[in-house]
């Protein structure tokens, strides 16, 4: 049975990658993120994360995201982020979230279902930047508590002039403990615009650290 589950998962795994080769570009996201138990329910996260972008040999920007993470309940929390964003050749800008996480899973199940929910808006200091979102994003992961392969999936709805569907992302990944306090995770996602004659289309390969004092 277990088995069985796993060759689903990796099926399932293997749509994002089926059309990776197919971007028209491809990038590199590198992060590193700590966070601080406070209370039994209140966490601080800080994370730093840079992109290179045109096949790897252009550098495209950094964030420093600040947030707290809320736990209301054994498989449920809320997340407030504030993130501070410096692209290349592009004045600084402000970017807030919230974000409504679950999961879900049995005993006897090897899989845990996860989804969010995320209310993004993007701002700078001259007004003329204005963006806004809801995102969903939902996927499963193998329970395990040193080796974790992960999919998932999210889309973009766009909260301006025009409300629609605004991008597509899939992702696969894994994630291993190094340790009770560290983690690793490595992926491989591909990104697209939907309702668009000519949609842009992205590949990412990403790399991320997670300390927990």
Known sequence: MWMRYKLLLILFALLPVLSFAQDEDLEFWGSMKFSKKLTKKFRFELEEQIRWADSLRLYKKNFTDLGFKYKLHKRHSLALHVRLVDEVDEDKYLRYHIDANSDFT????PLV???????????????????????????FALKNKVV?????????????????????RSTIG??????????????????????????????VIGYGLHYKF
Do not use: C
């Not at 049995?106 to 199940?109: G, P, V």
């Not at 996860?114 to 996927?139: C, E, H, I, N, P």
């Not at 974790?148 to 597509?168: C, D, T, V």
């Open 106 to 109: 049995r005993s006897n199940f």
């Open 113 to 139: 279902f996860q989804q969010r929910l995320r209310f993004q808006k993007s701002w700078d200091a001259d007004g003329v930047l204005d963006k806004k979102f809801f995102r969903l994003k939902w996927g």
């Open 148 to 168: 974790s392969p992960y999919i998932a999936h999210e889309y973009f709805w766009r909260l301006m002039e025009e409300n629609s569907l605004g991008k597509q």
């Open 174 to 203: 894994i994630s291993w403990s190094m340790g009770d306090d560290l983690k690793m995770k490595l992926f491989l996602r591909n990104q697209k615009d939907l309702n668009e004659e000519d949609p842009d289309k992205l590949g």
